[in-house]
């Protein structure tokens, strides 16, 4: 058990740019879910994967973002164009088991500055 | 729709002393409620969960958390803080279903001084 490592822990892009993160989750957590985590505020729900499959968007997602699961393995949440108010931390954390079993697991996070 | 208010933004206590972290929650029926913490450069950890059952849970590191229903709060304490616990504090309410439909607070920044 690695844990949920995030690459890159830190980000620094020009407004207009596009980027890239990934997420490589614990190995066999079916789950995998994306936070966003501003400066003074705790981690706000953006989407999850059940394995493959993307199960639920946040209203905060909006059609700049996407995020892929292509094998249920790893994740990609691309930004395109981005813009000043999407500097952020964005978390990821994957899981396994359901209702009050399921327990999550958090990555240290992509610090996400854009100039 | 479900709510957690942490009040305190920001809390110093002295090293060896008792420490209690507000959590108050909105949220129709029997919630689940969760206690996160967060150092510096690190990812969330759960220190505790309350489903179901016992009000009063125990959880890692020493913590422990009692859930009133009456007060809709479910507050962390610490008999004894040590230096290594300075970090920040999340509380969490969700229903079952998933971690999508769990809310965070604010948080709350723990400093210990000597």
């Known amino acids: 058990d690695t844990g949920v490592s995030q690459d890159p822990r830190h980000k620094i892009t020009k407004r207009g740019q596009n980027v890239t993160f990934r997420c490589d989750p614990i190995s066999e957590h079916n789950r995998l879910y994306w936070y966003r985590q501003t400066l003074g505020q705790g981690p706000e729900f953006l989407t999850y994967f059940q394995n493959e499959a993307q199960l639920e968007k946040s209203r905060l997602l909006s059609d700049r973002f996407s995020a892929e699961r292509p094998k249920g393995s790893f994740s990609t949440l691309e930004i395109q164009r981005t813009e000043q108010g999407d500097s952020a931390m964005y978390l990821c954390?994957?899981?396994?088991?359901?209702?009050?079993?399921?327990?999550?697991?958090f990555g240290s996070g992509t610090q996400l500055s854009v100039l | 729709a479900q709510s957690v208010t942490q009040p305190d933004i920001h809390i110093t206590v002295s090293e060896g002393a008792s420490l209690e972290l507000r959590c108050n929650y909105s949220?129709?029926?029997?919630?689940?409620l969760f206690w996160y913490v967060q150092s510096p450069g690190q990812g969330l950890q759960l220190l505790l969960k309350?489903?179901?059952?016992?009000?009063l849970v125990q959880g890692i590191k020493g913590f422990e958390a009692e859930f009133k229903r009456s007060q809709s709060s479910f507050n962390l304490r610490k008999p004894s803080v040590h230096w290594s616990d300075a970090a920040e504090y999340f509380c969490a309410v969700g229903r079952p279903g998933g971690y999508q439909k769990v809310t965070f607070g604010i948080g709350t920044k723990l400093q210990v001084i000597p």
């Open positions: 954390a994957s899981s396994l088991g359901q209702g009050s079993d399921e327990k999550l697991f």
């Open positions: 949220y129709g029926a029997t919630p689940y």
């Open positions: 309350y489903f179901s059952g016992d009000t």
